[in-house]
């Protein structure tokens, strides 16, 4: 018996329909479940679960536990300009205090960290990267998040107190009027007031630090601000930064010119700058978001070896922090 297959040409159009339907349910179930839409937009490009890259909250079990006091291995006489060193981008930007409508693209748009600083610091994370504007809060772009310098630096120096064989690197990147709420420049002055408070704590040299002079304090970096003898950001000849971070271009071409990049300034070979290495970026469109940037990228230094140089992350994983610090055992004591 010959059986003869009748193709339905409405089938399509139903599939069609009913795609439509399931991404309009997704979309509202997005603002009830604390407005994810970003999620269902990286799921459409996401491959699996991988050692470097993390969105989710710190697994402290994936973290070994001397990763808490990792620095108190290296030698003293080492320059921090030898060292391998994890760190984040927008350190802050786990977290956003905006209008409950509004949050789903304050997610999308500039969350780029999914654990704590406390979390991050735990991990082994020692590089972080600030942009306070004159209210004295913390911002990425035009979008506030739950922390205030003040609140940040006290996170620092309890850690510190706690661990003092570890020291710190932070870039401040005074935000002007950029955060998006007009903020007089004159107010600037509340960053110097905490930074006068925790006076006691700042690496106050404009100079590299040795890891003996770094223990216990916080190297910062400024910049549009001056302040004391700290380290100024601005046309600095100390400091070798690599921070493409507009991938605009076609994804694949865009992606591999960042992961290239990254590559040729972890093996730098100037000996005498601190490199800056970021492996953040954005592309335009839904398909070159802030996490396939992060997922894409942070796989370079993850698997390569013998490299030096701080990191700046977006959602790094905990095997990665990890790995990253692995590349000072040549620097032990």
Known sequence: MKIILIKDPKRKKMNKQKLTIVLMILFLLSFIYNNKLYIIIFILHYKKKVPWYSDQELDKKKIPLENLNWMSNIKDSTDIRELSIPGTHDSCASYFIIEFYKSWWANFQSQVQSWTIEDQLYSGIRYFDLRPAGDGLIYHGAHQTRYSFKKVFEIYTKFLDEHPSEGLIVRIQFQYKNCGNNIEESKEKQIYEILDLYNNYLYNNSDAPTMGQLRKKIFVI??????????????????????????????????DKKRKLVYQYMFNNNKNTLIINHCSGIGRGVLTTLRYVAYSVNEVPYNNVGFRGIFAFDFPGEELITHVINQNKTKIN
């Open 222 to 255: 400024l910049e549009n601000l001056e302040y004391k003898n700290l380290m100024n950001w601005d046309n600095n000849d100390l400091i070798e930064l690599q921070d493409y971070f507009r991938l605009f271009g076609i994804r694949k071409y865009e992606l």
